[in-house]
T-cell receptor, first 113, second 114 residues
Framework: QQPVQSPQAVILREGEDAVINCSSS?????VHWYRQKHGEAPVFLMI?????EQKGHDKISASFNEKKQQSSLYLTASQLSYSGTYFC??????????????FGQGTILTVHP | EPEVTQTPSHQVTQMGQEVILRCVPI?????FYWYRQILGQKVEFLVS????????KSEIFDDQFSVERPDGSNFTLKIRSTKLEDSAMYFC????????????FGPGTRLTVL
């Protein structure tokens, strides 16, 4: 079962904030966030492992609530370079499931000047 | 900075033909993956590979697909008899470890089946 991302699309002006959510119906071991620009490969942003963990670099951060089986990506003071499609990839615990990322359908983020 | 490379960048083939997509993972990485992305859709897991064996495969990865590490650097995906619905971007990825480790994606090969 793929994780569900919301919203499907976000339009921002430079400097505005956004939150992208990723929810799963199954227990999760980790959540991986990627950004993909049109015609390019997904670029790794961050991994969240433990329940309640928060990570961040620059103005992009994320949280992972293991009990709720959901993760949120926070983009603050958005820049034009943040535009792209954001995917969460979830990893289930157990055996050969490790490393198998199941991606959500993506959230299209557009930042305007 | 080390990166995953893939060749060719674009492959056009006729339905029923065999194609081999090539990847060179990052040199100290031990785990290798293939994903595909149909135009406008999400990225889908195909297969993971470690120690010259398939670790996990998805329902998409049927008998028409195979993977191989023919030497110490290349990792290949073969599609034996391509179908129209195989048209997609195919991404190779690699990671040092398995669980929770960062997977670095290559630039992709766009496969077009006519």
């Amino acid at each position: 079962q793929q994780p569900v991302q919301s919203p499907q699309a976000v339009i921002l002006r430079e400097g505005e904030d956004a939150v992208i959510n990723c929810s799963s119906s199954k227990a999760l071991y980790s959540v991986h966030w990627y950004r993909q620009k049109h015609g390019e490969a997904p670029v790794f942003l961050m991994i969240l492992l433990k329940g309640g963990e928060q990570k961040g670099h620059d103005k992009i951060s994320a949280s992972f609530n293991e009990k709720k089986q959901q993760s949120s990506l926070y983009l603050t003071a958005s820049q034009l370079s943040y535009s792209g499609t954001y995917f969460c990839g979830t990893e289930k615990p157990g055996g050969t499931s490790y490393g198998k990322l199941t991606f959500g359908q993506g959230t299209i983020l557009t930042v305007h000047p | 900075e080390p990166e995953v490379t893939q060749t060719p960048s674009h492959q056009v083939t006729q339905m029923g033909q065999e194609v081999i997509l090539r990847c060179v993972p990052i040199s100290n990485h031990l785990y290798f993956y293939w994903y595909r992305q149909i135009l406008g859709q999400k990225v889908e897991f195909l297969v993971s590979f470690y120690n010259n064996e398939i670790s996990e495969k998805s329902e998409i990865f049927d008998d028409q697909f195979s993977v191989e590490r023919p030497d110490g650097s290349n990792f290949t995906l073969k599609i034996r008899s391509t179908k129209l619905e195989d048209s997609a971007m195919y991404f190779c990825a690699s990671s040092v470890g398995l669980a929770t480790d960062t997977q670095y994606f290559g630039p992709g090969t766009r496969l077009t089946v006519l």
